[in-house]
């Protein structure tokens, strides 16, 4: 074989993989871009459609009874997130579980920690990059900047501790009831959010740690952080 030949043949090789490269990260950006903002309008939908419908009578516990702790169906939604920080039109379901199957909807609430505005730590994962990049723009969080939450009867607001936290897959424990490198002291009502870093990679991760600021009922209206 000649020299020609051989270098003629490593540059067709050389396109085709360069092709198939191109061909793979469209797929990434545009392909799950466009699945997951299907997915998400549609569970978005469901919750609103939901909601409208009104709260579903319980029967009236017992006297004696304790308050069971509020308890979310396995890959289902149940609330809608909001973060200021990252444009108007920011927003995106909160689904149980954290599988990946989850995660392609939406974003996912670990299941082993606190419900939504109750005290612990209420605890969210959520992709970087693909299925439409909902934490894409996570490292530009600040302290102070709002996390509202609605589960159709209650908004939350949370509000920002801290710049983001860079850490280990294998650290667990940032979502603690009250982790230990958050600042937090004793118990409280927190929030944690978690993805991956670097932004194409998994290597890494960052976390967001947040306390309750407000409540208010949704017949009151948007809370002041989404008014801006």
Request: hydrophobic share 35%; with cysteine; proline share 7%.
């Amino acid at each position: 074989m000649s020299v020609r030949l051989v270098v003629r043949t490593f540059s067709e090789l050389c396109i085709t993989v360069g092709t198939l490269i191109v061909l793979f990260v469209a797929y990434l950006l545009l392909w799950t871009g466009i699945k997951a903002d299907s997915a998400t309008h549609s569970q978005i939908d469901r919750l609103q459609d939901e909601w409208s419908q009104g709260p579903v009578a319980a029967p009236a516990p017992a006297q004696t009874a304790s308050p069971a702790p509020r308890t979310y169906e396995d890959g289902k939604p149940f609330a809608v997130m909001y973060i200021p920080r990252f444009g108007g039109s920011w927003d995106w379901p909160v689904l149980e579980g954290t599988g990946t199957a989850t995660l392609k909807k939406g974003l996912g609430h670990y299941a082993s920690t606190a419900a939504l505005g109750e005290s612990g730590n209420f605890s969210v994962a959520g992709h970087r990059r693909t299925y439409g990049d909902p934490f894409k723009d996570f490292p530009e969080l600040r302290a102070g900047d709002a996390v509202v939450l609605t589960d159709g009867t209650t908004w939350f607001t949370y509000r920002i501790e801290k710049e983001p936290y860079r850490t280990v897959p294998s650290d667990v424990g940032v979502i603690d009831p009250v982790p230990r490198k958050s600042g937090f002291d004793g118990t409280g009502r927190y929030l944690t959010l978690t993805t991956c870093d670097p932004e194409w990679g998994s290597s890494h991760r960052l976390i967001a740690w947040a306390h309750l600021d407000a409540t208010q009922p949704v017949t009151d209206g948007k809370p002041e952080a989404l008014r801006s």
